[in-house]
């Protein structure tokens, strides 16, 4: 579950900054219950695709820079034995019942 705390995070943190409602680097990060550390480790994660992140003193917010945001999608479906095997190149675990899918997409 821990994969799906981070998705949530990181939407989350998008949102917040997409809407320039964060705060400062410290109550943005008391906001998600994380360190400033890790704030800016998952800023950095969506500054790697390409998403451009400032932040304004004077308003105290983090922004979008160049209008780009991420968009965060997951899911969990269960699927039968068969389609387990087209999943897995025809090699089916008995252990793999359920598949676990991220999809993670860069809208410009």
Do not use: W
């Amino acid at each position: 579950m821990k994969a799906l705390e981070q998705l949530e995070r990181l939407q989350r943190i998008n949102d917040l900054i997409k809407a320039e409602k964060t705060g400062t680097p410290d109550e943005f990060a008391n906001c998600l219950h994380i360190s400033r550390r890790q704030l800016y480790e998952y800023i950095n994660f969506i500054k790697d695709y390409g998403v451009e992140v400032s932040y304004s003193k004077q308003r105290k917010t983090f922004y979008l820079s160049n209008r780009h945001e991420i968009s965060v999608n997951c899911g969990i479906k269960v699927v039968s034995k068969q389609d387990a095997k087209t999943i897995n190149g025809g090699f089916f675990h008995n252990n793999f019942q359920r598949a676990f899918f991220l999809h993670r997409t860069l809208v410009a």
